[in-house]
């Protein structure tokens, strides 16, 4: 494992990272506690140090799985999570990923950040990031103040955004970085490099000290390079009502990176090589589901890095969308998603 820290802290991350939005909501497969928990230590004896979770999955528990995998080796892992959601006042079932009320009030913010205290049995966390902020909250000197405030107070140790696809996104994310904002966690992998691409050049022009935290890092799975036009989802899993067009071309560029794949590293594996190859990112987020998708992902900074040949021709590929003609995204004979869904989706 390799091991990378963010600018003007103390805060040092393996650069793969695990992603709790797995373990906790059920939007890829249901899992008992028991098992994340499992999964969790696993992915720490690989090395793994960096545990993404959030106040609103699962409506508070990822972060209580958080507690209960490391409650006693604190000291070892950092906690990522995330606030911003007032779920605890929320009316009405909650259908998806669809998105409920934002309230970054200082009042609010202040209990979100003691609530998930207590639900991490820690009296600090390590990056705690606004979720699926707007420009509104990215220009709020207040709340930055506020933030400011906490890491003074020693309940913070840095702090950052996460930001969307549809809730967030690529004005919020140059904005953040034009900034100098610690950590921006987005979106970003070799089939999907807008507007991850435009985050990363604004930060480099205005010299900022962001790094990024990414998350789907193989395009919802896309990279792993398991998937065929025969691939069924189970009826829980969010990709299932995604329209058979996104698989269809998917598996067409797939095909043109195949020269990636060696006998020391698998396309996954590349995928993120290829994230590594960034200064500016920090970690990555692959979305981890089973023991055996864990010890590849934790495996991948050991793996050959990417050269600077298979570089330059993934850069080609992708300046031709590697030569697909994409069919419509047609959703199960409309053209809206499924309820509760952007037409972008959720990426988790």
Same mark, same amino acid.
């Not at 699926?132 to 000197?141: F, I, K, W």
């Not at 709340?143 to 020693?154: Q, S, Y």
């Not at 966690?185 to 070799?190: H, L």
């Not at 969308?321 to 069919?327: A, I, K, L, M, S």
């Given at each position: 494992?390799?091991? /990378?820290?963010?600018?003007?802290?103390?805060?040092?991350?393996?650069?793969?990272?695990?992603?709790?939005?797995?373990?906790?909501?059920?939007?890829?497969?249901?899992?008992?506690?028991?098992?994340?928990?499992?999964?969790?230590?696993?992915?720490?004896?690989l090395?793994?140090?960096?545990?993404?979770?959030?106040?609103?999955?699962?409506n508070?528990?990822?972060?209580?799985?958080?507690?209960?995998?490391? @409650?006693d080796? @604190?000291?070892?892992?950092?906690?990522?999570?995330?606030?911003?959601?007032?779920?605890?006042?929320?009316?009405?079932?909650?259908?998806?990923?669809?998105?409920?009320?934002?309230?970054?009030?200082?009042?609010?913010?202040?209990?979100a950040? +003691?609530?998930?205290?207590?639900?991490?049995?820690?009296?600090?966390?390590?990056i705690?990031?606004?979720?699926?902020?707007?420009?509104?909250?990215? /220009?709020?000197? +207040?709340?930055?103040a506020?933030?400011?405030?906490?890491?003074?107070?020693?309940?913070? @140790?840095?702090?950052?955004?996460?930001?969307?696809?549809?809730?967030?996104?690529?004005?919020?994310?140059?904005?953040?970085?034009?900034?100098?904002? $610690?950590?921006?966690?987005?979106?970003?992998?070799?089939?999907?490099?807008?507007?991850?691409?435009?985050?990363?050049?604004?930060?480099?022009?205005?010299?900022?000290?962001?790094?990024?935290?990414?998350?789907?890092p193989?395009?919802?799975?896309?990279?792993?390079?398991?998937?065929?036009?025969? $691939?069924?989802?189970?009826?829980?899993?969010?990709?299932?009502?995604?329209? @058979?067009?996104?698989?269809?071309?998917?598996?067409?560029?797939?095909?043109?990176?195949?020269?990636?794949?060696t006998?020391?590293?698998?396309?996954?594996?590349?995928a993120?090589?290829?994230?590594?190859?960034?200064?500016?990112?920090?970690?990555?987020?692959p979305?981890?589901?089973?023991?055996?998708?864990?010890?590849?992902?934790?495996?991948?900074?050991?793996?050959? /890095?990417?050269?600077?040949?298979?570089?330059? /021709?993934?850069?080609?590929?992708?300046?031709?969308?590697?030569?697909? +003609?994409e069919?419509?995204?047609?959703?199960?004979?409309?053209?809206?998603?499924?309820?509760?869904?952007?037409?972008?989706?959720?990426?988790?």
């Amino acid at each position: 494992m390799d091991y /990378r820290t963010y600018p003007n802290t103390s805060v040092t991350v393996s650069t793969v990272g695990f992603g709790l939005w797995t373990t906790s909501t059920g939007w890829w497969g249901n899992m008992t506690d028991d098992e994340a928990v499992a999964m969790m230590r696993e992915a720490e004896s690989l090395g793994i140090t960096l545990f993404d979770a959030a106040d609103t999955y699962g409506n508070g528990r990822s972060e209580i799985q958080l507690a209960k995998a490391f @409650r006693d080796r @604190r000291d070892k892992v950092v906690y990522a999570t995330k606030f911003g959601y007032d779920w605890y006042n929320h009316s009405g079932e909650r259908k998806g990923q669809q998105e409920i009320e934002h309230d970054f009030s200082p009042k609010f913010v202040r209990f979100a950040l +003691e609530e998930s205290l207590k639900r991490l049995e820690t009296d600090y966390i390590d990056i705690w990031q606004m979720h699926n902020a707007h420009l509104e909250q990215v /220009r709020d000197g +207040e709340l930055a103040a506020l933030l400011d405030e906490f890491v003074r107070e020693g309940k913070l @140790r840095a702090w950052g955004v996460a930001l969307g696809p549809a809730i967030g996104w690529l004005y919020e994310g140059v904005e953040a970085a034009e900034r100098g904002i $610690t950590s921006i966690q987005m979106i970003q992998n070799m089939l999907e490099g807008f507007p991850g691409d435009a985050m990363i050049d604004a930060a480099n022009r205005a010299n900022s000290e962001s790094g990024f935290m990414i998350r789907v890092p193989h395009s919802s799975g896309m990279l792993e390079g398991k998937y065929t036009v025969d $691939t069924e989802f189970a009826e829980n899993d969010h990709r299932r009502h995604r329209p @058979r067009s996104w698989l269809i071309n998917g598996i067409k560029k797939i095909e043109t990176l195949q020269f990636l794949v060696t006998p020391e590293r698998t396309l996954g594996q590349a995928a993120l090589q290829w994230l590594f190859a960034e200064p500016r990112v920090m970690n990555v987020l692959p979305n981890i589901y089973d023991s055996e998708q864990l010890r590849e992902f934790a495996a991948a900074p050991a793996t050959p /890095r990417l050269t600077s040949d298979e570089l330059a /021709r993934i850069k080609e590929l992708q300046a031709t969308n590697f030569g697909v +003609e994409e069919e419509p995204m047609r959703y199960k004979g409309t053209m809206t998603p499924p309820e509760g869904q952007s037409a972008v989706a959720a990426h988790a």
